[in-house]
C-alpha cells in the first residue's frame, strides 16, 4: 500500500482506528474520520506523518462533501475508501422500533457509504483502479434477536457492495465487504460486558475467545491492496466460527 491515499470512516477508535494502523504501517496515507477531534488527536500521535484527521459526522451530507472535498484537495485522489463508521442505537423488539430510530440507522450505517461511494468512485473509475471496503456484519447474513434494524443496515450494505462491484469491476474498481461477527469494541460491549453474556457468546463459536479489531484490519489491508486483485463483489466473514451453527 507504499503510497496510497485512503479515506477510513469512524476511526478513533475499534476496528476503523486498527484499519487506519495497520494502513498506515503498510506506507499509505490515511484519513481519518469521526466525530470528535480530540478522540481523532490520539490516533493521529500514534502515526504522525502518515494519519491524518477529519471531523465528520457521517450521517450528514454536508459533512461527507466537505470530508471527500479536503481529502481530494490535500492528497488529489482517493486509492482506497472504507466504509466502517456504523452506530446500533435500537437494539429493541421489532414492534416497538420506530420511524426515527429507522431513519437514523439508515443515515448513518447505509446513506454515508452510498454517499461516500458516489463521491469517491467516480475519480478511481476515471484512474481505473481502487478498492472500496464496506464493513458490514454477520447480523446482515442472519437475523439477529432485537436486532432488526442493525441487521437490515448490514444486509443492505452487503447487497449495495456486490451492486457497485458488479458495475464498477470493468473500470477496474474492486468493491468488497467485510462481516465480523464478535469483536471486542465499545459497539458490541452489550454482548461481552457481562461476564455471563460473554461465555454465552463465546459458546456459540468454534475459536473460543472474542475477535480483536486487528484480526479485521488484517482483511482490510489484503483487501485493499494488489493481494486481492482476483477478489471483489465479496463478503468476508471473520467470526471465529459463528455462523457455522
Ligand atoms: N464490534 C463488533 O463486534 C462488530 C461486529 C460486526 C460489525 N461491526 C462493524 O464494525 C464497524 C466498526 O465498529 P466498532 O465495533 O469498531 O465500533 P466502535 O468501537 O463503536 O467505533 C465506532 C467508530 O465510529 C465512529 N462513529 C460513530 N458514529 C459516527 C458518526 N455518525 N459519524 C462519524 N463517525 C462515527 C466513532 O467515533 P465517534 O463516536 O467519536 O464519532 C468510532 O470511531 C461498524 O461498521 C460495525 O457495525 C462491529
Redesign the pocket.
Known sequence: MKGKIALV?????????AIALAFAREGAKVVI????QE??AEVVKEAPGSIFAAV????RAEDLQRLVESTTAQFGLIDVLVN?????IAQVPVLTATDQQFDKMVE??LK?AFRLMQAVAPGMCERGSGSIIN?????GLKPQYEGML?SMT?AALIMMTQSYALELGPMGVRVNAI??????????EY?WKDPAAETLAISQQAVKRL?E?EE?AEIAVMLASGRSSYVTGQTIVADGGRTLQ
Not at 465528520?56 to 450521517?59: D, F, K, R, T, Y
Not at 466502517?84 to 446500533?88: P, R
Open positions: 470512516t469512524g476511526a478513533s477508535r475499534g476496528i476503523g482506528k474520520c469521526g466525530r470528535k478522540t481523532l465528520c459526522h457521517v450521517g466502517n463508521a456504523a452506530t446500533n448513518v450505517n454515508s464493513i458490514a456484519s454477520i447480523a442493525y448490514k462481516a465480523p461477527g464478535l469483536i471486542k469494541t465499545i459497539l458490541s454482548y475477535g479489531p479485521i
